[in-house]
């Protein structure tokens, strides 16, 4: 960490980070300048990112684990370097806990395809429980409804308190001797609440169930310690922590990837094949067939490089005094209905809201005509927004470039919308 990076009143100096990303100079609607809210969606790439990218494509493009010639064999260095660390940003025991997929949804539906095929004890079946919780991205809900479909578990989950909170006063009921896996987010992309891990996880290993962590929301803006956390799996995806799109990460304890199936099959995941059998080969490479994503885990490598120089902690320590101001901001706004937690504590970067009978397709819009770019829409958390009784949400997120000057530019600009319809 820089003091270029570190702002006197602990914030982070975002005049100089925002220098590293291009996209927020960007011009659009009557030159006004863009004010983008939507990291929770997908965040912005600093220039240390995209010229990896590009120097890989222009100097060390080729196939790996395969090529002898030097241009493989720095393809493989590069991607295999990146793998390394992302085990180190997550504190993962052994570097080959990573598994490198396309995104987080790839890397759930991997976790949980794995247990439907696998044998006793991890085997899911129409004997065994699978515990969710009403608060998931549909990236958590739909791979255990298809394994429910396909194996006649039973799906439950846990409900919703009026402020957003998980309800766990029947976690004995919710995750029984018969669960087999207890999978949930870290951090709610919609109602932005960061969630009990400790005391989730206690009672999954009391029954001996397996614990899958969705910390797509959290990887980006808090430490990730994939060994204090205690769970079996940790996913993950790169592009909402600076990386490209089409990478992410499954993380997973060394003794459940040796025992547990391969799903996809193909090249570079197998030892032997013949015409009538074929042998895995160690993970990770047992879970990694066909040519993997070199660029994008290289360009994942580089967005890790750029937020270990600046702190995990600190970018933690900046979002947590921008949320509590914009959740003081926003609760300014006459008919304004914040959808989760009102206070900054135990809560992520993302606020969702409603104003008034105003649509949230209509704010975006007229955000937008500002230069303001926030998500509208339920947020692939469809069960939240009926827990709520609301079509949908608007919803700002910040990250660690967004400062306070744009939070009351959101709020101005909400005051444009409510003006504007009446």
């Not at 013949?274 to 895995?280: D, E, P, R």
Request: net charge negative.
């Amino acid at each position: 960490m820089t003091s270029a990076h570190l702002g006197l009143s602990g914030l982070l100096d975002t005049e100089a980070i925002r220098k590293d990303f291009p996209l927020l100079d960007r011009v659009v609607h009557d030159g006004k300048k863009i004010v983008y809210l939507d990291s929770a969606a997908t965040s912005q790439k600093p220039r240390q990112v995209l010229d990896a990218l590009n120097t890989y494509y222009e100097r060390h493009n080729a196939n790996v684990h395969r090529g002898v010639y030097t241009v493989a064999e720095e393809a493989t260095a590069l991607y295999e370097g990146a793998r390394d660390k992302v085990a180190a940003f997550i504190n993962a025991p052994s570097r080959d806990e990573v598994i490198f997929t396309k995104n987080a949804s790839e890397s759930l539906n991997l976790v949980a395809n794995m247990l439907g095929w696998a044998d006793e004890p991890y085997r899911v079946d129409h004997e065994t429980e699978i515990a969710i919780t009403e608060m998931e991205h549909h990236s958590n809900i739909v791979p255990w409804q298809l394994l429910s479909q396909r194996t006649g578990a039973k799906l439950k989950w846990f409900g919703l308190t009026d402020d957003g909170r998980l309800d766990l006063s029947n976690i004995e009921e919710v995750i029984t001797e018969k669960t087999k896996i207890v999978s949930f987010t870290l951090v709610s992309n919609l109602l932005g609440t960061v969630n009990p891990v400790e005391t989730i996880i206690r009672r999954a290993q009391e029954v001996g169930a397996l614990v899958c962590i969705d910390a797509s929301q959290a990887a980006p803006h808090m430490v990730l310690d994939v060994q204090a956390l205690q769970a079996d799996f940790v996913a993950f995806t790169g592009h909402k922590m600076c990386g490209p799109t089409g990478i992410g990460v499954l993380w997973g304890r060394q003794e459940l990837l040796e025992d547990l199936p391969p799903f996809l099959g193909g090249g570079e995941m197998i030892e032997t094949v013949s015409m009538h059998s074929s042998t895995y080969a160690p993970a990770p490479h047992k879970f990694e067939a066909g040519t993997p994503p070199i660029a994008q885990a290289v360009g994942l490598g580089a967005a890790v490089d750029y937020l270990s120089a600046i702190g995990m902690e600190n970018i933690a320590r900046h979002e947590h005094a921008i949320t509590e101001y914009a959740v003081r901001r926003l609760q300014e706004v006459p008919d304004l209905r914040i959808i989760g937690p009102t206070t900054a504590e135990d809560r992520g970067a993302a606020i969702s809201f409603t104003l008034g009978d105003i649509h949230p397709h209509d704010v975006g819009q007229v955000l937008d005509e500002q230069g303001i770019a926030v998500r509208v829409g339920h947020h692939c958390a469809r069960p939240v927004c009926l827990r709520y009784g609301i079509p949908a949400t608007t919803r700002a997120s910040f990250y660690l470039y967004s400062t306070p000057a744009e939070v009351d530019a959101l709020v101005e600009g909400l005051e444009h919308v409510r003006n504007f319809f009446g």
